[in-house]
């Protein structure tokens, strides 16, 4: 079974930052992939940000040069920090694992970002 448990959401004004964690456990084994989508309201999930099975990082549009994803292998854990932050960056962010072919899902950490 595998667990994926985010923090660091909250509420911040338009211009700063916050940085999400993701800590996953269980049986995990690689190779994997861990990356970070959202879901604003009334909109569908989409990708933030995201490893690939190179090794390398994706990024959504509108999020290149504001967001950074990082991970730590041993801790198998994977952040995102968000700086320049926008309104339109509120949703409920959602950490990804991708192992086997099976997608896992955290329960989201949400994130407000006032003007």
Request: glycine share 12%; aromatic share 10%; net charge positive.
């Amino acid at each position: 079974q595998v667990q994926l448990v985010e923090s660091g959401g909250g509420l911040v004004q338009a211009g700063g930052s916050l940085r999400l964690s993701c800590a996953a456990s269980g049986n995990i084994f690689r190779p994997n992939v861990m990356g970070w989508y959202r879901q604003a309201p009334g909109k569908q999930r989409e990708l933030v940000a995201a490893f690939t099975s190179g090794g390398s990082t994706n990024y959504a549009d509108s999020v290149k040069g504001r967001f950074t994803i990082s991970r730590d292998n041993a801790k198998n854990t994977v952040y995102l920090q968000m700086n320049s932050l926008k309104p339109e960056d509120t949703a409920v962010y959602y950490c990804n694992l991708v192992m086997f072919g099976s997608n896992y899902w955290g329960q989201g950490t949400h994130v407000t970002v006032s003007s």
